[in-house]
């Protein structure tokens, strides 16, 4: 929109956590975003004036008219003497909790960013429900954090599940990989996003989903397909057989999960 932008990452990529494939492709629509990205850089120095803000990086200097810090959160708990009231914490300082939400002390449970998992609304949502079903004395389910989608809101779109690549690799599963740009389906062309990639992580001795990762329009919708699909015991095989209406960008999700098993038709 006619501003200059720099993004700053102390890490050795935008977007580390996600898949490598992935954040390869996000870093380069940012760029053509002509927004200037400085990766393994740390901001030092900074300086707020009266119209502006100045800061180092590297052996440089730089101004700008904000600087938005968006890294790096933590439970803020101090202040509920938590001690006193007998709920304990874990070594990450969050609030110790079991798969019903219950803290140490009895009748008080704790949901959200102050617990394990992710810091998302819609997995502190889902925690409310099952503290309230355990509340009530009803059956309820613990959480499986790793299946929870995980959403990116950039332009492309970011969202992923599971394990990534290197992480299904590090714990010596059988690894299969299904990966698809969106410009191999029709939709590509239709909606103006050829270059998105969809990418499944599969493990080959039974056929599991372990990962899903996409960036590109929609990517935060199609995510969700692949989590279903685990969630109902399905796997890539299972998504590869089942018939997507044309054209759409979920065509890319069956065709990445064709290619997973080895028969791949459009890519």
Known sequence: MGTKVLLFEALDR??????????????????????????GMLVENVQPGEGAVTFSYGDQQGEADWLVIAAGRGPDVDALDLAEAGVELDDRGLIAVDGRQRTSKRN???????????????????EGIIAVEDAAGMETHALEYVDIPRATFCAPNVASFGLTEEQAREQELDVVVGKLQYGAVGAGTVYGDRSGVIKIIGEKRYGELVGGHIVGAKAVDLIQELVNAKALEGGYAEVARIVHGHPTF?????????????WLVHG
Do not use: C, F, W
């Open 14 to 39: 935008v977007l580390p956590t996600e898949d490598a494939d992935i954040s390869k492709v996000a870093g380069r629509a940012l760029a053509k975003q002509n927004i200037e990205i400085h990766t």
């Open 108 to 126: 008080v449970y704790a949901i959200g960013d102050i617990v394990r998992g992710p810091a998302l609304a819609h997995k502190s949502s889902d």
């Open 250 to 262: 979920s065509e890319g999700v069956m065709e990445a999960a064709r290619a997973a098993d080895g």
